[in-house]
């Protein structure tokens, strides 16, 4: 699943959020918000984004 959302941003030039608790997936974004009791805590560009394959969970 995580293949097919990185294909359609990259071809369509979508924009596609995902929620998840799990911090290797914001390794394959291009933007990370993290938030903290429901207020922004940091957000940050990510300089080394990683293709789904390349991600270990």
């Known amino acids: 699943m995580l293949e097919a959302l ?3 941003n990259r071809e369509l030039g979508t924009t596609t959020v ?7 997936i ?3 974004s291009d933007r ?5 009791s429901g207020a ?3 957000t940050y560009r990510n300089p080394d984004k990683k293709l ?6």
């Open 6 to 8: 990185e294909r359609i």
């Open 18 to 24: 995902v929620i998840t608790h799990n911090a290797d």
């Open 26 to 28: 914001a390794r394959m």
């Open 32 to 36: 990370v918000i993290r938030l903290s």
């Open 40 to 42: 922004v805590a940091e």
């Open 52 to 57: 789904p394959r390349d991600l270990h969970w």
